[in-house]
């Protein structure tokens, strides 16, 4: 099945089991609800994904439940990257408001190297997704209105309008995390440095 075949591309994730217990909430239906939440070690922006790909991520979080942002909302920003191996681009993927079914991938140089059915994985360049999660297939690749840079349309590798179960990766942290971590700790007055007080 593709969830297998998920894991074993990539071994170090930690997997938790999802239902989606209600859809279409938020400004562009562009949320669900799941069943898990932090009582079950869920936190903000970690990947909500399924055999498929790449699903969302979570927006916010209860005892046993959490909201997801889908990654067709125009809200989202996830660093993507052309899988394909002689071209390697990379740019901001993002959801289409009023499209449900298209997302689109900005900040591409003009002569980008990105073509109709290329396959766009995470970068892991937004910091808070493993890279190589599937968002999708480039529909088109167009020129920016001002001619200075390409957008591609791409065709999201998950069903939305058929989600039922979905899969939390609970055990990454990239450095987006650690860097607010550290903020955090600076914030409260650094480190104790030399560790040995007089």
């Known amino acids: 099945t593709q969830l297998l075949n998920f894991k074993n591309a990539h071994p ?22 799941i069943d898990k939440g932090s009582e079950d070690g869920l936190k903000l922006n970690m990947s909500v994904i399924t055999g498929s790909g790449l699903v969302g991520i979570v927006d916010g979080v209860y005892g046993h439940l959490a909201k997801v942002m889908l ?7 996830i660093g993507g990257m052309n899988l394909r191996g002689d071209s ?6 993002n959801g289409i408001a009023g499209s449900d079914l298209s997302l689109e991938m900005r900040n591409m140089a003009r002569n980008a190297d990105l ?12 910091g808070y997704h493993p890279a190589g999660l599937i968002i999708g297939n480039i529909e088109e690749v167009l020129m920016d ?5 390409k957008v591609a349309t791409i065709a999201p590798a998950v069903n939305f309008s058929h ?36």
């Open 71 to 77: 990654i067709n909302s125009p809200k989202t920003r």
């Open 115 to 126: 073509l109709p059915g290329d396959t766009i994985v995470t970068s892991g360049y937004s």
């Open 163 to 198: 989600l039922e179960e979905v899969m939390v990766v609970t055990n990454y942290e990239g450095f987006a995390k650690t860097l607010e971590d550290e903020e955090k700790k600076q914030a409260e007055g650094g480190t104790v440095k030399g560790g040995k007080s007089k």
């Open 145 to 149: 209105p001002g001619g200075l840079t």
């Open 12 to 33: 170090g994730l930690k997997l938790l089991a999802a239902k989606v217990v209600s859809r279409d909430l938020g400004d562009f239906k562009d949320t669900i609800l």
């Open 88 to 93: 390697r681009v990379a740019g901001i993927v």
